[in-house]
């Protein structure tokens, strides 16, 4: 504006300037470019779309609903059935999430409100470098630590105690959906820290004021003032970390098994949808196994289209409920 | 998908023909000879400066799609190309695609028992039985017989197989489908096949590594990978009933005895084979040349190679832990040059 002002001439005529002078003064070249580079997201999502739904037409005319149906998964005999996968995946990222959402959330309340600013800061750069560290790292540490400690320990300690429950029988390989899922799990407490200590330091200090002039404890401030008002957030960091969980690929393979099984034990070797995506697709000579490796990309794809909406909804929902009583 | 991949790729392949001088052949395929290729590329470039030979092992099933496409000038493959794969490069292109065998390998069973460090004599019944999901512990009969004075435990066999698609993989299927009538019909031979039993593994080091972690277990490896990284490994028993363990000598054996009913295509399976000494669960692999090209230089520079290969370039074989071509097999292959137009 001040430089706007000095010049004489581009002042009296900023409100009704032509679109050629604008033009020429760079506005629109740049209102261009910039909406150029804003609608190449949206192009690259439906050719994503696109791609996956013709690469995959072979495979949806032959299996039709069958695919989302049958268990069977059989490249030789090309029979393919995509239940395990799509159960796979959806168990090991809710293992992971019952695991990472109230450890994450609990560490972002300590960093964000009741640590010390600097002990807070020190530890945030740490959380970064974790978020920043390569799955196939995580997937080592998962083969050569957890999965020997879950074989050993875990899940023999699981069978004697647990033991009568479907969800902890059978062999104790090491390797499997509990596996995948603490893994996962170990992988995104960082985003959700992260993300939900961020959160919690944006709430503004006079509802804190608030509640502790109200005679709340400090614990009650957070708790029931600080907490709510922030979960809009929160909630955005938990689905960030459900994304990640669901598309994650190579820390899975590595310690899941790679068996497609369907199975209520979670000690269970089993498989996720983006695993056999990766492990199968560059060997799949026939046709119809590429393609119904394709259609497992469409379905993994929806799944996330599916979970962001939901999530959008969600926090539409806490966000008006959340301001109605935080204002209260 | 696909159709991205190969504009991208064609890109690649245009930007870097422009900035070389020198004549660039791109191949890709099987990831298992990928050693032997390497060094093979790299001694040709040094013999012929303006030649370069650029191999990407993506995998034996991608060399076979991008050789098809024509994304690229030759494939490579641990399997021979199927009928319909033969006929679907026929199709689109009008000529056919040749195979040539440049080196073997084998297969090895390898397991982790605790307490036993003898090396395990394995019956194809045996291996059959185990990767069924039908011999569930170690000390069944099955395995005992094979192994007298062995002290095996009675504990549940883990079974550990490849979960990425794999040649290696493909090989061990076509010899349990060629020892076993319910393997061949139940299950098959293939690149991934829908396994009965056992926990999946991805690549060699996958398969190393759960059978390292988990007591008791059994799994499959190349031998290259299993001599490069020390890990013992059992002997698997021949059609003339010997008890053979895996090295060059008995895997070239396997390929002696294959060379004399060779088919002119050179589409074989070796496992299996006749011979007292020769070592049941081997391959070729080959390199898929198309039978025309269109760029004269290109055409002259893969035949020069594939000379080249066929004589000096088996030497490099053993080093490496390949076996060579037989006598008889290089022979052929150099009467079957002529079809490259």
Redesign the interface.
């Known amino acids: 504006m001040a430089a706007t002002t000095t010049v004489p001439s581009a002042g009296p005529i900023a409100g009704s300037r032509s679109f050629l002078s604008r033009l020429r003064e760079g506005d629109e070249i740049a209102r261009l470019i910039t909406f150029l580079f804003a609608i190449s997201v949206v192009l690259v999502t439906l050719l994503l779309i696109f791609e996956l739904w013709q690469g995959s037409a072979l495979a949806r005319h032959k299996f039709g609903l069958q695919f989302f149906l049958t268990r069977v998964w059989d490249p030789i005999a090309e029979q393919f059935g995509a239940l395990p996968f799509i159960y796979g995946t959806f168990i090991t990222a809710t293992v992971s999430l019952v695991i990472a959402v109230p450890l994450g959330i609990g560490a972002a309340i300590f960093l964000a409100e009741l640590a010390p600013v600097r002990l807070s800061d020190t530890l945030e750069f740490f959380i970064d470098l974790l978020a920043a560290v390569p799955s196939v790292i995580y997937g080592l540490l998962g083969v050569f630590i957890v999965v020997p400690l879950m074989r050993d320990y875990v899940q023999p300690g699981l069978k004697n105690t647990l033991g009568f429950l479907p969800l902890f029988t059978g062999p104790a390989y090491g390797v499997g959906f509990l596996t995948a899922g603490i893994v996962l799990a170990i992988m995104v407490i960082p985003y959700i820290i992260s993300v939900s200590r961020e959160v919690l330091m944006s709430v503004p200090r006079d509802q804190r004021e608030a509640a502790l002039s109200l005679g709340s404890t400090r614990w009650e401030s957070t708790w029931k003032v600080v907490v709510p008002f922030a979960r809009t957030g929160i909630m955005g960091s938990i689905f960030l970390a459900l994304a990640r969980a669901l598309g994650e690929t190579m820390a899975v393979t590595m310690v899941i098994g790679n068996t497609p099984t369907i199975s209520a034990s979670l000690l269970s070797p089993g498989y996720s949808i983006a695993a056999v995506i990766a492990n199968e697709f560059t060997e799949a000579t026939g046709n119809l196994h590429t393609e119904a490796l394709i259609e497992l990309g469409l379905v993994l794809f929806l799944l996330t289209f599916l979970l962001n909406g939901v999530a959008r909804l969600l926090i539409v929902i806490t966000a008006q409920r959340g301001g109605g009583t935080a204002h209260a | ?4 991949a190969g504009i991208l790729l064609a890109a690649l392949v245009v930007a870097s023909m422009a900035s070389a001088q020198a004549l660039l052949i791109n191949g890709a395929g099987a990831t298992f000879p990928n050693p032997i290729y390497s060094k093979w590329f790299d001694e040709y470039h040094k013999k012929n400066g303006n030649i370069e030979i650029n191999y990407q092992s ?5 060399g ?2 991008q050789v098809t496409d024509g994304t690229v000038d030759f494939g490579a493959s641990d399997g021979p190309m ?1 009928d319909e ?1 033969l006929k679907a490069f026929q199709e689109k292109h009008g000529f056919g695609i040749l195979h040539f065998p440049t080196v073997l390998g084998a297969v090895v069973p390898t397991y982790n028992i605790p307490g036993v460090t003898a090396a395990l004599n394995f019956t194809p019944d045996a291996l059959a039985g185990i990767f069924l999901g039908k011999i569930t512990k170690w000390n069944d009969p099955a395995i005992a017989g094979a192994n007298k004075g062995v002290n095996l435990p009675a504990a ?1 066999i ?1 079974v550990v197989h490849r ?5 290696t993989t493909y090989v061990w299927t076509d010899y349990l489908s060629k020892v076993s009538d319910e393997w061949k019909t139940k ?9 009965p039993v ?5 690549g060699s080091e ?1 398969v190393t ?2 059978i390292k ?2 007591p008791n277990s059994i799994g499959y490896v190349e031998l290259i990978y299993a001599v490069s990284n020390n890990i013992p490994y059992g002997t698997v028993k021949n059609s003339s009933g010997s008890f053979i363990k895996a090295d060059l000598a008995s895997v070239s054996e396997a390929a002696a005895a294959a060379a004399k009913t060779m088919p002119d295509d050179f589409r074989v399976s070796i496992t299996n084979p006749a011979g007292a000494k020769a070592y049941p669960i081997a391959t070729f692999t080959w390199l898929l040349i198309p039978e025309k090209f269109s760029d004269a230089a290109k055409r002259d520079s893969i035949k020069g190679f594939l000379n080249w290969m066929l004589a000096d370039g088996q030497n490099y074989a053993e080093q490496l832990s390949y076996a060579k071509l037989p006598k008889e097999v290089v022979a052929k292959e150099k009467i079957a040059l002529a079809k490259i137009q």
């Not at chain 2, 998908?1 to 991205?4: F, Q, V």
């Not at chain 2, 299950?187 to 396994?195: D, L, Q, R, T």
């Open positions: 998908m696909k159709r991205i993506v995998g034996s099933g991608a076979i799609k199927s794969q549940d883990v979960s990425d698609g794999s040649g299950v098959g031979k293939g690149a991934s096949p829908n396994w056992g926990l999946g593994g991805k996958g590594g759960q972690n988990a």
